[in-house]
Nanobody
């Protein structure tokens, strides 16, 4: 059974940092495209960062230069380092996996598996 388990969410002051983790169980992490998404109250879920099987990454404009996605293939774990956090970054953060030849998909509907989410709250 495929499982994604996020952790690392917390409440921080603006300008602070957090590192989110996504542990992957039930399949070989390197066979899937992975992504980080977030959903703020009253808003649609949006893509934050994507990573492909060659560890190439892309980011949504609002987090470029502040967030970094990385992975530890040996531990089947995906990370999202978030620096210089802003109140607008407040959201539930999810990791997701996509089993497709194309990894560059921003639409949440394009992902097969989701974690339960971890809450990030940034206060001003």
């Amino acid at each position: 059974q495929v499982q994604l388990v996020e952790s690392g969410g917390d409440s921080v002051q603006a300008g602070g940092s957090l590192r989110l983790s996504c542990a992957v169980f039930g399949y070989s992490y390197s066979n899937y495209c992975m992504g980080w998404f977030r959903q703020a109250p009253g808003k649609e879920r949006e893509g934050v960062a994507l990573i492909d099987r060659s560890s190439r990454t892309i980011y949504t404009d609002s987090v470029k230069g502040r967030f970094t996605v990385s992975e530890d293939n040996a531990k089947n774990t995906l990370f999202l380092q978030m620096n210089r956090l802003k109140p607008d970054d407040t959201a539930m953060y999810y990791c997701a996996a996509r089993n497709s030849w194309s990894c560059w998909e921003w639409a949440p509907s394009g992902y097969n598996y989701w974690g339960q989410g971890t809450q990030v709250t940034v206060s001003s």
